[in-house]
């Protein structure tokens, strides 16, 4: 994902477009330990995307993936993406509950959950047209999440550009055609 151009430049010295994609299916090699792997790709990684299904629940490597980040870079590096079911089935402890620690009156220390609301993209839908039209509103939200932007701001920007583009490829349809 690339930035507009008017938006880049505004952005002196940041980051303007999302270079690298880690994903563990693909990237993984065929190994028994899969820790090393993961943990390395871990730590060279600014955000954690969670692709939330109830089946998420259920995965011990999600869960410590999604612990090891918050523990490196915090919650707040973490994007969740509703693919099916329910948030509240879907999205792992890890992301609904934040620990702290709470001081008793007695002194005593004791562990609380916490309950927090994570950031989350839905792309659910009954088709895959849905789906896919749902995509495309909720890429540009976790974009505009990665870049610190108004997802509004980026919205319009992303319409100008599809504008433009459209009229440049008429305007040569065009001009073909006269020729």
């Not at 509004?152 to 920007?157: G, K, M, P, T, V």
Request: hydrophobic share 40%; with cysteine; proline share 5%.
């Amino acid at each position: 994902f690339r930035l507009p151009k008017s938006i880049a430049k505004r952005r002196k010295g940041q980051k303007t477009k999302i270079e690298r994609v880690f994903r563990d299916k693909e990237e993984l090699p065929l190994t028994s330990n899969l820790n090393d792997p993961i943990m390395a790709a871990l730590n060279t990684s600014e955000w954690l995307i969670v692709i939330c299904s109830p089946r998420l629940r259920e995965s011990m490597w999600c869960k410590k993936e999604i612990e090891t980040f918050v523990a490196l870079r915090g919650r707040e590096r973490v994007l969740a993406v509703l693919i099916e079911g329910e948030p509240a089935d879907s999205f792992p402890d890890e992301l609904l509950y934040r620990t702290e620690t709470k001081t008793l009156p007695d002194g005593t220390c004791e562990e609380v959950k916490v309950p927090v609301e994570p950031l989350a993209a839905d792309v659910r839908g009954k088709t895959k047209k849905e789906v896919l039209k749902a995509m495309k509103t909720e890429v540009l939200r976790l974009c505009a999440a990665m870049f610190e932007l108004n997802y509004d701001d980026l919205r319009q920007r992303h319409k100008e550009q599809r504008m433009k583009r459209i009229l440049t490829a008429s305007l040569i349809g065009g001009a073909a055609c006269l020729a």
